[in-house]
């Protein structure tokens, strides 16, 4: 360990220890996340554990449905253990049954975007050699047609409220499919309802389980700089691990066992979504799922039935609650904690949500790759505009670029090791190579240790773009333009963006003629998910490049700048 490395973890273990924190974290409290899962269900299961549209989940019936799920799997579905299952969902009460009795069964999870393009969708089953995926109905037109060009070979579809009671299960689903027309007719060669599967598997009990800790079970797709996404192999041992380091910090924002109600408005495909309900589920206590956030109405009437005392969030949604005209006549006299993360959290934003709720907002940080959290702030001892102090058991240390430590104070590329940090990319050992270095995970993202121990990310090296919490990778936008027929030259780069942090703006030049924009932003719509789309578009006769003539993004960046600060 260098003197600089040495100099950050002291200061960073003297921060934690000032504030009450440990710096250690047991990871052999349970054998796996199964364990793990049977620990909450056994010790709360007359608790609430989630709820959706009206309709709550007991631990109880969490534990009855998945491991009938998990039944069905087994003996029905012709799946393996080892084998690896889709999940195609927003937020609603099959998302945790299906994901619960994948892993009872001892399958790996494949999170997969409900908003993905065909193409997205084809490569993510191929890639991840998927043999099943669960889709929700709404959107299985897309699952339609592409799953007959992968190795998909079970299909179980579910609509909205198939875990709702009988009359008003009915009423929701007709609603949507007749009335709303929100369910598309479509056609699988080979599927089977998700009623159906659970009845299946309600005639025996499954086989429990028992995975090593080191097991995968996630792929977590993340965008690819190659111009495809790639899948962050989450084992039990690394998700376990973030859960148990993440549990010490809920407590020190006065959380209780058993007795808490969170606001869970992001979707459970996004890893930071997807952790925290873990750790929400640690302590007994409830979660809140909102299927579709961008839907403001639908966010602030869950708020206004439940007595609620958390949430978690990215910037994006702060500032659009804060504008809407209902949202300050909610009972915030419940609030504990509002935690954010996903993407920068502006001062700005923080004023006003506290202004207006009378609670803070913690912010943390952490990417797909750690499983995901790496810091945060804690309980008392919140510092805005700051990532907060790594959790237990987490190792930072800053390099420059030449690779060399720089210490307290000096701006460095983030680097990470713990128990947390993946086991490395799907069929990508090239990748891995790049990004982890013995046993350091390279963040891409430049931060300062503070001298009080405190973390701050001031840049971030790579190109990559967040727009409301999601990465996007320039090199996937390009590889889609360059298939335009009209185009000869393309780049993508992000640009600030009030609403979304940064927002996508491309630069193309065509070949011949002028570029019919309407026509390609439909090319594109058709082959990007929604978030990936540019919200700019500037036509140039050439784009600047190097004497090899590569795209100079950067150059581009800061034209772009300069333009906006003028």
């Known amino acids: 360990m260098s003197e600089q490395q040495q100099q950050i973890a002291e200061t960073i273990n003297a921060a934690r220890s000032r504030i009450g924190l440990s710096n250690d974290v047991d990871l052999q409290e349970f054998p796996n996340l199964v364990g793990m899962f049977d620990h909450c269900v056994n010790q709360y299961a007359a608790n609430p554990a989630v709820s959706c549209l009206g309709h709550t989940l007991s631990y109880a019936d969490l534990d009855r449905l998945s491991a009938q799920f998990a039944c069905y799997l087994q003996e029905h579905s012709g799946l393996q253990a ?20 994948a892993l009872r069964a001892g399958m790996i999870v494949v999170n997969t975007n409900p908003l993905y393009s065909e193409r997205e969708l084809k490569h ?43 009359v008003k299960r009915t009423l929701i689903n007709s609603v949507l499919k007749y009335v709303r027309k929100e369910v598309p007719a479509v056609k699988f060669k080979n599927s089977i309802s998700f009623r159906k599967a659970l009845a299946k598997g309600s005639s025996k009990q499954y086989q429990k389980a028992a995975p090593d800790l080191e097991a995968l079970a996630l792929l977590q797709y993340t965008g690819g700089t190659t111009g495809v996404s790639k899948g962050a192999m989450i084992s039990h041992r690394n998700l376990m ?10 407590s020190s924002y006065g959380l209780v066992s058993g007795g808490e ?32 956030p961008r839907e403001l109405d639908s ?17 994006t949604l702060f500032v659009q609650l804060c504008k809407h005209p209902e949202f300050a006549s909610l009972d915030f006299s419940g609030l504990k904690v509002t935690l954010s993360g996903g993407m920068a959290l502006t001062a700005g934003a923080a004023k006003t949500w506290k202004e207006m709720t009378g609670a803070e907002i913690y912010e943390g940080y952490g990417l797909t790759e750690t499983s995901p959290v790496v810091s945060i702030n804690p309980g008392g001892a919140n510092q805005i505009g700051t ?46 190579e790049k990004t982890i270095k013995d046993g350091w995970l390279l963040t891409g993202d430049v931060a300062v240790v503070k001298e009080d121990g405190y973390l701050k990310i001031v840049d971030r090296k790579k190109d990559m773009i967040l727009v409301s919490g999601f990465n996007v990778y ?69 784009l600047p490049k190097t004497n090899v003539g590569k795209v100079l993004r950067r150059t581009l960046r800061d034209e772009e700048l300069a333009k906006r600060a003028s």
Not at 241 to 250: C, K, M, T
Not at 279 to 284: L, N
Not at 506 to 522: C, N, R, S, T
């Open 241 to 250: 691990a973030n859960v148990l380091q993440s549990r010490e910090n809920f």
């Open 299 to 315: 966010v602030i009437k869950e708020m206004k039935r439940w007595k609620w005392t958390g949430m978690s969030g990215i910037n």
């Open 387 to 432: 990532i907060g102090l790594p959790l237990p058991g987490t190792e930072v240390r800053l390099v420059d670029d030449d690779g060399n430590d720089v210490g307290i104070g000096e701006r460095g590329e983030l680097c990470v090791r713990g128990p947390q940090v993946m086991m490395g990319y799907w069929q990508r050992p090239d990748e891995t």
């Open 474 to 542: 320039p090199n996937e936008i390009e590889d889609v333009l360059s298939s335009h027929p009209n185009i000869a030259e393309c780049a993508a780069i992000g640009v600030p963006d009030e609403k979304s942090g940064e927002a996508v703006k491309i630069f193309v030049a065509p070949k011949h003629g002028e570029l019919d924009e309407k026509e390609l932003k439909d090319f594109l719509r058709e082959r990007l998910t929604g978030y990936k789309m540019p919200r700019y578009i500037e036509v140039r006769d050439e």
């Open 82 to 101: 080892g084998d690896r299952i889709a999940i195609q969902m927003p937020n609603i009460l099959q998302y945790p049954v299906v994901l619960f009795g």
């Open 124 to 166: 993510q089953l191929n890639d991840s050699g998927a043999k099943a995926i669960v889709v929700l109905a709404n959107i299985a037109e897309t699952a339609a047609a592409v799953v007959g060009d992968t190795g998909v070979g079970t299909v179980i579809v579910t609509e909205v409220a198939d875990l709702h009671p009988p």
């Open 261 to 292: 109600t969170f606001i869970a408005p992001l979707p459970l495909y996004h890893i930071y979504s997807f952790m925290l309900t873990f750790v929400v589920m640690m302590q007994g206590n409830h979660s809140i799922l909102i299927p579709n």
